[in-house]
């Protein structure tokens, strides 16, 4: 049973910075794509970063330049380095796994901005 754990979330000043992990278990194939979703309050889940297995990476528009995710394949986790945060980065963030047509998803971890 393939299974996702999120970590790392809190609360932090605008400006500041939080890393978030997520650790991967269970029987995966070595080819996917690991992301990172949120979801605000009243908001639609969105995109925020994806990378593949190959190390290709696609960031939401709205957070390039701040926002950098990372893999280890060998311990299956993947990582979100968030930087100069802002209020309106505040949601439940989300990992997932996509394996060929396959979505796996983990519980979500809170990251509040405060201004």
């Given at each position: 049973?393939?299974?996702?754990?999120?970590?790392?979330?809190?609360?932090?000043?605008?400006?500041?910075?939080?890393?978030?992990?997520?650790?991967?278990?269970?029987?995966?194939?070595?080819?996917?794509?690991?992301?990172?979703?949120?979801?605000?309050?009243?908001?639609?889940?969105?995109?925020?970063?994806?990378?593949?297995?190959?190390?290709s990476t696609n960031y939401a528009d709205s957070v390039k330049g701040r926002f950098t995710i990372s893999r280890d394949n060998a311990k299956n986790t993947v990582s979100l380095q968030m930087n100069?945060?802002?209020?309106?980065?505040?949601?439940?963030?989300?990992?997932?796994?996509?394996?060929?047509?396959?979505?796996?998803?983990?519980?979500?971890?809170?990251?509040?901005?405060?201004?």
């Open positions: 049973q393939v299974q996702l754990v999120e970590s790392g979330g809190g609360l932090v000043q605008a400006g500041g910075s939080l890393r978030l992990s997520c650790a991967v278990s269970g029987s995966i194939s070595s080819i996917n794509t690991l992301a990172w979703y949120r979801q605000a309050p009243g908001k639609q889940r969105e995109m925020v970063a994806a990378i593949t297995s190959g190390g100069s945060l802002k209020p309106e980065d505040t949601a439940v963030y989300y990992c997932k796994l996509i394996v060929i047509v396959r979505e796996y998803w983990g519980q979500g971890t809170q990251v509040t901005v405060s201004s």
